[in-house]
């Protein structure tokens, strides 16, 4: 978003800690990136999420909070009717476990209140969706399968590292895998089935099937899917 001003001309970067939003300010600025404004907010109070986006009246609130706070930050936009973009999807505090179904809940009132939720804006979910809706409109009639394989080849030379928040990342790699075949969703242990995978460019790596929010979406509207 700092790198695209012209479309997004005013930022309001909000968190809990304003120590973070400060940082990112003056890293901006550095990179003449312009300026942004900045706001404390609990994302788990509702309310005070409201009070904000009535202050500033956004045309769009994008979370980039953690999945925890996924139903309060909709539950703003839709009192204060403002558009909603997300990175993931919602999971409990106590619970590891993840699921459209309470985010999918609000798209009768948001229709009704003529504003937008997009889910899953991130890369997988997001960017892989948008590659299998091209292919299914574009290249094929019917598709049969579906794999989605993901890599991070870079190395910090640390024993551990993560892509999103360490926890969600940690409750991901422990839950039990989920693939989807001929109308079920079948289940195996955490990191039981493994391939190894030649990646363009990077070469073969051990790839573990771990299950993630997009095949929710995605066995829901790719037609003729036998797996995925």
């Known amino acids: ?101 309470e985010q999918w809940a609000f798209d009768k009132a948001y229709k009704e209140a003529g504003i937008l939720g997009v889910l899953g804006a991130g890369f997988d979910p997001g960017v892989t969706n948008a590659y299998v809706a091209h292919a299914q409109r574009h290249h094929f009639d019917t598709i049969h399968t579906l794999d989605i394989l993901d890599c991070n080849a870079g190395d910090h030379k640390r024993p551990f590292a993560t892509n999103f928040n360490p926890e969600i990342n940690l409750r991901e790699v422990s839950s039990k895998g989920r693939y989807y075949e001929n109308g079920k969703w079948i289940e195996t242990k955490p990191l039981e089935i493994k391939q190894v995978w030649a990646y363009p460019q990077i070469g073969e790596m051990d790839s573990y099937l771990l299950y993630h929010e997009e095949l929710e979406s995605l066995v829901k509207n790719v037609k003729g899917l036998r797996r995925a």
Do not use: W
């Open 1 to 101: 978003m700092g790198m695209n001003r012209d479309v997004f001309k005013n930022i309001i970067l909000a968190s809990r800690s304003l120590d973070k939003c400060h940082a990112i300010k003056e890293s901006m600025l550095k990179k003449g990136l312009g300026e942004i404004g900045v706001e404390q907010v609990d994302a788990d109070d509702t309310q005070a999420l409201v009070a904000l986006i009535q202050k500033h009246k956004p045309k769009v609130v994008v979370n980039v909070a953690l999945p925890y706070q996924d139903l309060t930050i909709m539950q703003a936009c839709l009192e204060t009717k403002t558009h909603y973009i997300d990175t993931a999807n919602y999971e409990h505090p106590d619970l590891a476990k993840f699921e459209y179904k």
